[in-house]
């Protein structure tokens, strides 16, 4: 695996900095968030998808108390296959989701991933999403254009990059930039890491900024270096 230019330390206040900073969208009416989580499931990622479907339990253990959270599952894999699952309002209905799907080889379809947030955002109000993957095949202008599409909805991205590929890192982060969210890259070695990082943004979209303050003084960790960047900024 590719050696990545900066320390685990500096992309994780970089990341941190960036949730600090992203803007509070006003709670769904209904009450909690909205959360679509997207990943690549093509076949480069079999490796990481399991340990990936046991973190992702931890984004509802801390925003019962703020009226919950519901994360739709979005993976694409083989040929020309994209699919949404049911929006899931606990970790138990997630995990089954994702234990069904299988890797299969393929090509990236983020475009897709985005063409489907923004309708989905129009049904009802979408807070984050978050995309989880290692390489980018497509057209980079394109991707930049729906990424400023999410940004104008409000609907940052938040993109954890597996591995070092330089080719999809340059998009990546254009991409969170665009859409106003933020980029962390990640490895097998940083399973606890991206723990803290995915529940922080469920965090997020669930409560905003104010919420995320206090779980970051009550978790530590990344989490609590996310409240040194926001000390005195409450949403």
């Known amino acids: 695996m590719a050696k990545l230019p900066t320390s685990k330390t500096d992309d994780v ?10 803007p509070v969208r006003p709670a769904n009416a209904t009450g909690g ?10 076949a480069s990622r079999e490796p990481s998808w399991d340990q990936a479907s ?4 931890d984004m509802f253990s801390e925003t ?9 599952l979005v993976y694409y894999r083989g040929y020309g296959e994209c699919r949404a699952s049911k929006w899931a309002a606990s970790a138990v209905d997630l995990l089954r989701l994702m234990t069904g799907v299988r890797c299969l080889g393929g090509r990236t379809q983020i475009a ?19 995309f989880v993957g290692d390489a980018m095949e497509e057209d980079i202008d394109d991707l930049c254009h729906q990424a400023g599409q999410l940004g104008l909805l409000k609907v940052p991205v938040f993109v954890f990059h597996e591995g070092g590929d330089p080719i999809a890192a340059n998009a990546f982060r254009q991409i969170a930039r665009l859409s106003g969210g933020a980029y962390c890259p990640f ?18 979209a669930a409560g905003g900024r104010r919420a995320l303050l206090d779980y970051g003084e009550k978790t530590g960790g990344a989490a609590l270096r996310l409240t040194h960047q926001i000390a005195g900024t409450r949403g």
């Open 13 to 22: 206040a970089q990341f941190l900095k960036k949730v600090a900073k992203t």
């Open 187 to 204: 490895d097998a070695s940083s399973a606890r890491q991206l723990r803290e990082l995915l529940s922080a943004v469920a965090v997020y």
């Open 64 to 72: 019962s108390v703020l009226g919950g959270l519901e994360v739709q």
């Open 54 to 57: 046991q973190i992702q339990g």
């Open 33 to 42: 968030g909205r959360l679509v989580f997207a990943m690549d499931a093509t």
């Open 112 to 130: 897709k991933v985005f063409a489907h947030t923004i309708k989905e955002n129009k049904r009802r109000a979408v807070n984050a999403l978050v």
